[in-house]
């Protein structure tokens, strides 16, 4: 005899009004790269990711550049910082950036879709993060490294000091390595359980051991392709949803549809299931997942109840980097996105 459970699938609201949306890692969006040439980007290019972003309830981003020269992630930050203080609107939607490496790990795997010839070592570049906060006007919020590389801990002692909060991520490091980052502090898990290697020990890996450290946050990617959605369920009991934040890590592909998207110098593919990576590599390669998709994802798949999946999309991500509350949005939710009924006042 086989036990049947009659559990009716979640239940969504059919109209939502909350605090709108945070995403705190973002490649591009709409069509447009914030990892290209920062030499050919317009104002009304980044207002128009500013549009699609409202128009799925994302009030606020942080561009995120991620592993490349020195030079041109220099430019990318002077680029956008005159940007926005010359433009309120982009100031109040981009109101900091996200740095994804160059001080990540070199291998496959954890080195993800980064470029290997870009991976660099802190120690060798001791003034580097210092230059971009100067370069920024002080809007590096935060810091994605690998913590096993030489210089990476008293780096990031003094990105804590100065108030840039250190996410753990594309890494290898060992437990030792993990404690030490933390210990100087490292207070975030930058997209959790992705960034590794294909096949990690059963029990004892840096996943594991980074899910199991209380003192971390962490993020997610709620798309189904980095993290089947039964593992990320188990994710979120063990970080707590308290302490887990969903992103969408979201490359020009996001809210543009299939095809061949860049992502700095590479090129993505995005298939009919909006997986995206880069033809002839195993890994992904950033999402196409729009914040929207991301909590209807956690709350139908993952058991989150659906104001708890907004929080983690709004009001967690804005007291992690020190915004206020967002102002609050109304919308209707259709399959698996939402459509803007009103915006309304502050809370």
Known sequence: MVLKLNIPPPSLPRTYTG??????????FAGIDFNSDPSQWTSREWHTVRDALRSCGVLHALPTFITDSVERTIARVQMYRRFIETDELLASTFPALHIE????????????AHQKAFCRIPAQYPDFIDQLQEESGSRIRILTLAPELEGAIPLIERCAEAGIIVAIGHTAAARKEIDAAVVAGASLSTHLGNGSHQMLPRLD?????????????????????????????NFLRAKTLDHSILITDAISAAGAGTGLYKLGEQTVEVDETL?????????????????????????????????????????????????????????????????????RNQV
């Open 19 to 28: 605090p709108g949306l945070v995403d705190i890692q973002l490649n591009g």
């Open 101 to 112: 490496g160059p001080f990540i790990s070199a291998l496959d795997g954890p080195r993800g």
């Open 275 to 343: 997986r995206c990576q880069i033809p002839g590599q195993p890994n992904l390669a950033g999402s196409a997942l729009t914040l929207d998709r991301a909590i209807i994802n956690a709350a139908r798949h993952c058991g989150v109840p659906f104001e708890t999946a907004w929080a983690m999309a709004s009001t967690q991500p804005a007291a992690l980097i020190g915004l206020d509350i967002p102002e609050r949005i109304s919308v209707k939710i259709t399959g698996d996105t939402f459509s803007i009924l009103t915006e």
């Open 205 to 233: 890996n840096y996943v594991q051991q980074q899910l199991a450290e209380d003192r971390l946050a962490a993020t997610f990617i709620a798309d189904g392709h980095h993290i089947p959605f039964g593992t990320l369920k």
